[in-house]
């Protein structure tokens, strides 16, 4: 094994080490790269049972792990994923992206911050608390895929499927998503935003720009609607969730010519929406006010996440009180951000927060954390678990 760090005669601590071993294997989405049998090989050291479930509704097979520890009582499980998203031109990197480097006291790689560095403080605080607690209460669980930043549809949704279905609940879960803004713990996500998508396509009439009574433009037709859509106040949110807010993403028409008015206009717009509102009546709302324009439109929705939320209880409680022992900070709930796999887990009545690093360099170049973050979240990681598993 190669020593990542600039100094070769420093040995690196054991959080470290995994996430360097995890960041050298390049699992770009979907390819698990051999990380999961990394993990199993070190769950399996301190008594879990681990079984890799392969889904490939997608068309091509795809890894997943389950792995717990324990016979009976609650589960407390963390939640995650080995895959990354691509690098880009890797010669735009100042350190090769799957070649983690420890420079200025920062751990650098694809997958560093999201969210390889917190698989590994998962693993390490097992293996601390299992040393500790050999007979701790309830069950520790991992719910891993390898199908998170991908399409994600033979990932966690599939596991949750499969854990149902054996009738097995999750009672807590702990998603590793890069949660804090500038200091690890600052910031927990104990819910998060639904996701509304709209393929809206405006149907007009093309013709010469210097003949428009031959025509129907409908640029000018959806720009007043879009005017209206843009303002509207969808809710005003409330203690948890900042207000539903609407965005279009793309506007698309013109065939490039100046004379010529365009037949056709392609939107796509999103909705990211709160719990003070359903995507029923988001769909609702928005037609209606295409209807008022008298647009000849056709519009596909395509929801891709409800909104969750994990407003008190056992599990908020305990990752607060391990962030403030740890950090002294009092850590901040917030529900922005976008949509994780927590959005699967939610719904069977699992109480799921987000616990990561900091999310400054996530799926950018050059993607980096503090490299003492990482023990800090161990530690954290470890103490949740004492709290809920004494
Ligand atoms: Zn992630």
Known sequence: ???????????????????????????????????????????????????????????????????????????????????????????????????????????????????????????????????????HSGRIAFLITADEEGPAIDGTVKVVKHLQEQGTHIDWCLVGEPSSTSKVGDTIKNGRRGSLGAWLSINGKQGHVAYPHLADNPIHRIAPALAELANENWDNGNDFFPATSFQVSNFNSGTGATNVIPGKVDIICNFRFSTEVTAEELQQRTEAILQKHELDYVV?????????????????????????????????????????????????GSQVVELGPVNATIHQVDECILASDLETLTTIYTGIMEELLP
Not at 104 to 113: E, H, Q
Not at 124 to 130: G, L, N, R, T
């Open 300 to 348: 596909d929705w395509r929801l891709s996440g409800l909104p969750f939320l994990t407003a008190e209880g056992d599990l908020v409680d305990a990752a607060v009180t391990a962030i403030k022992k740890t950090t002294g900070i009092d850590t901040e709930l917030s529900t922005a951000g976008g949509t994780s796999d927590g959005r699967f887990i939610a719904p069977t």
């Open 1 to 135: 094994m190669t020593n990542p760090t600039s100094a070769p005669t420093s040995v690196l601590s054991p959080t470290l080490q995994l996430a360097c071993d995890l960041i050298e294997r390049p699992s770009v989405t979907p390819d698990d790269a051999g990380c999961q049998p990394l993990m199993i090989k070190r769950l399996e050291a301190i008594g879990f049972h681990c079984q890799t479930l392969i889904f490939d509704e997608g068309g091509v097979p795809i890894k997943n792990l389950w792995a717990v520890r324990g016979d009976s009582g609650p589960i407390f499980c963390f939640a995650g994923h080995t895959d990354v998203v691509p690098t880009g031109p890797e010669s735009e990197w100042k350190i090769p992206p799957f070649s983690p480097t420890i420079k200025d006291g920062m751990l650098y790689g694809r997958g560093a911050a999201d969210m390889k560095g917190s698989l590994a403080s998962m693993v390490v605080a097992c293996e601390d608390f299992v040393a500790a607690n050999p007979n």
